[in-house]
């Protein structure tokens, strides 16, 4: 607790933006056949600095197969809400999750990032009995407590009962319990994000865990049975308003990316594959009319290869899907980051008219039949992945694992764990930066970065930009 806001807390994205550059990433390791604990990296992004690129503090933890996925800060900008009881609280732990034990770690970083260590383990067995959910997958700071969804419901196999939110006190990290009250016709969940003033959530889908946990089903998606719905919800009165379906073969629609501009009431959803012909998309939601809306507003194709190119799940396609995995806005809501981690290639949209996205820029680096190395020579195994914006738009970071499972069907010859990090030009543009190249030791793959004093996937803001 502290006597003024923390200096991290921002009330517009403008603020922001001025604010000092990131010193620090923390980035989730994860061993892929369980055979040890997973992790959290600490690298040092200050540019000049003797450790610039590398790794300078690993929190490991007591557990093995915990599958670490998303993870975010106890506390953010959202705090400033005038609707917040918790203004005074510190940008201080990392509340990290297991996707595959129910498992949640929370992770003190003061009073440095070098010395962060574990505060607090919440086991399984407290999020089941409080919640009746399990497999937690994102977290989300609020403005009256820590938000994490799940992607599973209860009983062994996570299929008793619809998966959904739950609340967690910000300050003493007790599970409080079930966010929904009346969730309407939603059954499956994937992310979550809202828009604070205007008083509203939404949510996107993925899968319940039978059909991820042992690899993607492609009898499962080939019948169209992913999650291809977005959901709409009244955030003060914590019941689902509207439901629209995008279309049974738009499956998986997983990051939603709303506008950090609060007057702003549109944002993004990206779907990772169209069954009727390869392609990702980019949709577009808005409300209008009192009404939500969505359009597919961008497409991408999927790129022909030869079979010895392709892993056995897609020999019989002749072509590489994009895989849109996940997707980021920059602060001032212009550039939608776009991973295509079939591909391998990270795509820059200008969408500062957000129904009209225009491709700004592109890299590639990796993929399931370009391989494409680092500017810097070295390999970079499966694609770009989770990906990162710093708070003035400057540099994107990312990494290269989706989900262990699905990681040996799409890249059978392994994933080793790396970050990079592409410089972004004025104007648009993308440029990887030759210097910045970080290899995770052994055994371990790279999924989820989180930036030093809050980024763009984490804070939601309270007031308009100037």
Known sequence: MTMRPDPTFHASPKLAMEAPAENFAYTLLLSPDFSKPDALAVIDVKPG??????????????????????????????????????????????????LRSSRIYIIDTKPDPT???????????????????????????????????????GGKDGTDGPPGVFIMDCETFEVLGRWEIDRGPQTLHYDFWWNLPRDYMVTSEWALPPQFENGIV???????????????????????????????????????????DPVREHGFVGVVVDTTNLEASIWTWWREGGKFHAEKTATIPPEPAPKEKL??????????PPLVTDIDLSMDDRFLYVSCWGTGEMRQYDVSDPRKPKLAGSVHIGGIARRTPHPNGKAFAAGPQMVEISRDGKRVYWTNSLYSTWDDQFYPDGVPGVKVMANVGRNGGLEL???????????????????????????????PSV
């Open 49 to 98: 600095s003797p450790t610039y690129s590398q790794i300078v503090h690993t929190v490991t933890m007591p557990n093995k197969g915990d599958e670490f996925h998303h993870f975010g800060w106890n506390a953010c900008s959202s705090a400033l809400s005038p609707l917040a009881g918790h203004a005074f609280i510190e940008r201080r732990y990392l509340i990290i999750p297991g």
């Open 115 to 153: 010395k962060a260590k574990i505060h607090k383990i919440i086991e399984p067995e407290e999020v089941f009995r409080k919640t009746g959910y399990s497999r937690p997958h994102t977290i989300h700071c609020g403005p009256d407590g820590i938000y994490v969804s799940t992607l599973g419901g």
């Open 218 to 260: 492609p009898e499962d998606l080939l019948s169209n049975k992913y999650g291809h719905r977005l959901h709409f919800w009244d955030l003060r009165a914590r019941r689902n308003v509207q439901t629209i379906d995008l279309g049974a073969n738009h499956q998986m629609a997983l990051e939603v990316r709303p506008a950090h």
């Open 311 to 320: 892993p056995p799940l897609l020999q019989g396609f002749g072509a590489v």
């Open 433 to 463: 930066d030759k210097d910045y190249f970080v290899s995770f030791p052994d055994g371990y793959r790279a999924h989820q970065i989180r930036l030093e004093g809050g980024d763009c996937s984490t804070d939601s803001f309270c007031y």
